[in-house]
């Protein structure tokens, strides 16, 4: 009986191994970090992004950025912004060898989140989830306090990233390279979008 019950568990767990691996493949990562010390307020500000190619059409961007202060250590900001769409790939415009220029072609959704004091002491500052993949009437009261737009497209639209051209460095191309990374190199607009998201103002 133990031996059938061991061969049972051994089978469950082969099987959600493998549809955990065949649920989420991921083809490339490329990414991009910064840490800043804010002397001014004594803050520490960490941000970064990430590109995964999930295969030959699908692209999810995460941002995300982190901040805490020094002599108040529990005033926090977190703040996660996950845009998904699909994307096509060209050889890099800067003519290297081993850069290529990734160009998103489409937003299909956008995932965002942020908490802690340090984005505003109100309750929409510190604590606040918005999906449009599953988009409620309560998200469209934070997206959209003065009424002028509803809904997932719209918001969407307000914060479309679609023509982003992202260049990055992979190192799957030349692997006698040890100077080589798989990082983001550069981003075309990306700063700009992510500055309209300060919606707690």
Known sequence: MKKIVALLAALILALSMMSIASAEPIKSTYNLSEVNFIDAVGWYWTRDISLVLRDDTNYELYYREYAFGTTDPGLK???LIVYSGTYSMAESADDEAC???ITLDTLDGIYFEQHG??????VLGYAMV??????????????????TDDGAADFVANHDITGTVITVEDLREDLDDVTLENKIVA???????????????
């Open 77 to 79: 900001a977190n703040k």
């Open 99 to 101: 850069h290529f220029d």
């Open 117 to 122: 004091k340090g984005h505003g002491r109100n």
């Open 130 to 147: 918005l999906d449009t993949f599953n988009w409620t009437e309560e998200m469209d009261e934070i997206a959209f306090p003065d009424g």
């Open 187 to 201: 981003c075309s607009n990306v700063e700009d979008t992510i500055g309209v998201f300060n919606i707690t103002e």
